[in-house]
């Protein structure tokens, strides 16, 4: 161990989230009365009502809204203790609390949504990991079956299916993506493994030795035997490499703090695999071209997926110091995202083709009468309105689709940019 690793930052920080109320989102008074179904206490706009309904139909649930909005009569369902651990937008079930409101609670953040490993590297434009949980009921996902997220991001997708015991592949052409997605659903395997390579890890790092440029960090991770292990401390070595570019923290010191919650989140996460049985969903990762699908023709049971927002903002940029970190060209890179290439006027036309080729393979892939569900919005580009929703709606029409849903859902983080998302769920014919 590090000489002073007791007092550091890191250590701190993880006392006082030990002192903190578990359940610091949420009021945990428990239930009286006939109170049978209540939403969760940050289920606050209209979209999030919508979906918790939705859920609710999907699982045959029936039931009656009450005036104030936020608790709904039970009338009848035909299987209680699967909606108490599978619903999404709901606290209660019956006077008893439902799996979600209990993981959600493993949380090390301030923010609601970044519980477990969600919270791993600040990745831009993520997805509500609570809305993803609401549409893999809504498509009607059941347990071991396969759903894909051709644009994986940051593995939204991948650990909320995972923890409903869904497969999930997800492709991303990003390379950084692909890496924070692997670590957020890999490293619960090699638990054990990674706590064993901690103290020999920062004793060759040391806390003031190496700084964000130094090459010796990644060789001392890249002799670790266990690629999954490996890929935890790179994560852990970019999101310091974050916090010293994004807001001018100490490399060494970010990086040993975050290390020390990256492993908490971890151990949270099979916490809660254990108290709640969780039989987890396989997850495959892999670098892909969302326009060249690797894989067979009607082969999934379901597609959630955002498409890069590249027009409102440019992912390669963003992480730039990221994609270097791992000694990517980004010259190079720029030519294989989605979005990011071409200026003015050519650059949505170009975005526009790549859109088409990608929602062919969606469609390709897809099981018949299954659902595919993409979240997209309008951005402003050069003062004008890029029409980007309407477009993917009239060509998956085209090309076989059936829009079934269309569901608008505020946005805050870019506004600037963008005021809101669609949710469209569309059924293959």
């Not at 924070?180 to 638990?191: A, C, N």
């Not at 390669?316 to 030519?335: F, G, K, Q, T, W």
Request: glycine letters at 6%.
């Amino acid at each position: 161990m590090v000489k002073g690793i007791e007092d550091f930052e890191g250590k701190r920080m993880l006392k006082k989230a030990g002192k903190l109320d578990k359940f610091w989102a949420y009021n945990t008074e428990e239930l009286s009365g006939g109170k049978q179904l209540v939403l969760l206490d940050n289920v606050q706009f209209i979209y999030e009502l919508a979906l918790a309904q939705l859920e609710l139909e999907s699982m045959d649930v029936k039931y009656e809204l009450t005036n104030g909005l936020r608790e709904f009569n039970l009338v009848s369902t035909p299987d209680e203790g699967k909606i108490r651990k599978r619903l999404a937008y709901f606290k209660f079930v019956k006077g008893k609390y439902t799996d979600y409101f209990k993981i959600v609670q493993k949380n090390r953040t301030r923010s609601v949504n970044q519980y477990l490993t969600h919270w791993i590297y600040p990745y831009k434009g993520k997805f509500h990991p609570q809305m993803i949980r609401a549409l893999i009921n809504i498509i009607g996902i059941k347990t071991g079956d396969t759903v894909l997220d051709p644009f994986i991001g940051s593995g939204t997708t991948a650990l909320e299916s995972q923890l409903l015991g869904v497969n999930c592949i997800g492709i991303d052409i990003s390379p950084l993506c692909v890496l924070q997605s692997k670590v957020k659903t890999e490293s619960i395997y090699v638990l054990d493994e990674i706590i064993e390579q901690k103290d020999d890890i920062t004793n060759k790092i040391g806390r003031n030795i190496f700084n964000v440029e130094d090459k010796s960090i990644e060789e001392t991770i890249g002799s670790i035997y266990d690629e999954r292990v490996g890929n935890f401390y790179r994560m852990a070595r970019l999101v310091a490499i974050s916090d010293k570019k994004r807001r001018g923290k100490d490399f060494s010191k970010s990086f040993f703090k975050n290390l020390e919650l990256m492993i908490s989140s971890v151990k949270d996460y099979n916490d809660i695999r254990k108290e709640l049985n969780l039989n987890l969903g396989k997850v495959d990762i892999k670098i892909g071209d969302a326009r060249k699908i690797p894989l067979d023709s009607e082969s999934v049971d379901g597609i959630i997926t955002s498409p890069p927002y590249s027009i409102a903002l440019d992912y390669v940029s963003n992480d730039s110091h990221a994609l270097e970190a791992m000694c990517y060209r980004l010259p190079e890179i720029r030519e294989k995202f989605i979005g990011v290439r071409g200026k003015g006027s050519e650059r949505v036309d170009l975005y526009n083709e790549d859109m088409k080729e990608s929602l062919k393979e969606i469609y390709r892939v897809l099981k018949p009468k299954k659902y595919a569900v993409i979240v997209i919005g309008n951005a402003t580009y050069m003062g004008k309105e890029v029409k980007t929703a309407e477009y993917i709606i009239h060509y998956a029409e085209m090309i076989g689709f059936n829009l079934v849903r269309n569901i608008d859902k505020i946005i805050f983080g870019l506004y600037n940019v963008m005021q809101k998302e669609n949710i469209l769920i569309f059924q293959k014919n």
